[in-house]
């Protein structure tokens, strides 16, 4: 049982646009967190929501944790080549186990 | 600093043939340790977690074992790799009893042949 999914699992755009992508839960999760990753590499963490309804931004990514904390979204604004890669979202239900999405492949043409 | 060593980079294998892969981490003591299975570049399924010497959790039933000999080494470890064991691996660790971010090691892609 997949218990976040993730949307889209791909996505290619053009420089410049704007894009989201979400992750959703029957469950409810204590935090949420966001990974990027690249070829080859582990994932990077990017950020950690914790709190119902709270809105974090990184330069030009904005993330979204739901009111009810089974939900939440990765916004970019005027996307650049530099952001491809896997994008994951992991919930923590349990100290340390998290659960991971299956991830959103990300291509951004110049 | 801390820091997570993971090797080998990449693994062919063939069917069959046994594994061993390690992973370290320095600069800390008493981490939590984790293997983690990410297929065709999707999303991570854990395998193995382990909050001490000794002490190894299975998350799923499967051809592999975990060990963890010492305070910061992990192991994974397979008698007779089967097709389906073919995947990148990846071991992470976080501090010990505290809910932060996975440290991710820069993996292992096995291919069993």
């Known amino acids: 049982t997949q218990l976040l999914e993730q949307s889209p699992q791909f996505l290619s755009i053009q420089e410049g646009e704007n894009l989201t992508v979400y992750c959703n839960s029957s469950s409810v999760f204590s935090s949420l967190q966001w990974y990027r990753q690249e070829p080859g590499e582990g994932p990077v963490l990017l950020v950690t929501v914790v709190t119902g309804g709270e809105v974090k931004k990184l330069k030009r990514l904005t993330f979204q944790f739901g009111d009810a904390r089974k939900d939440s979204s990765l916004h970019i604004t005027a996307a650049q080549p530099g952001d491809t890669g896997l994008y994951l979202c992991?919930?923590?239900?349990?100290?340390?186990?998290?659960?991971f999405g299956q991830g959103t492949e990300l291509s951004v043409k110049p | 600093s801390q820091t997570i060593h993971q090797w080998p980079a990449t693994l062919v294998q063939p069917v069959g043939s046994p594994l061993s892969l390690e992973c370290t981490v320095e600069g800390t003591s008493n981490p939590n340790l984790y293997w983690y299975r990410q297929a065709a570049g999707r999303g991570l399924q854990l395998l193995f977690y382990s909050v001490g010497i000794g002490q190894i959790s299975s998350e799923v039933p499967q051809n592999l074992s975990a060990s963890r000999p010492q305070d910061r080494q992990f192991i994974l470890s397979s008698k007779k790799l089967l097709l389906s064991d073919s995947g990148f691996y990846l071991c992470?660790?976080?501090?010990?009893?505290?809910?932060?971010?996975?440290?991710f090691g820069s993996g292992t892609q096995l291919s069993v042949l």
């Open positions: 992991a919930g923590d239900r349990l100290i340390g186990k998290l659960i």
């Open positions: 992470a660790w976080t501090p010990g009893g505290k809910r932060e971010k996975l440290f």
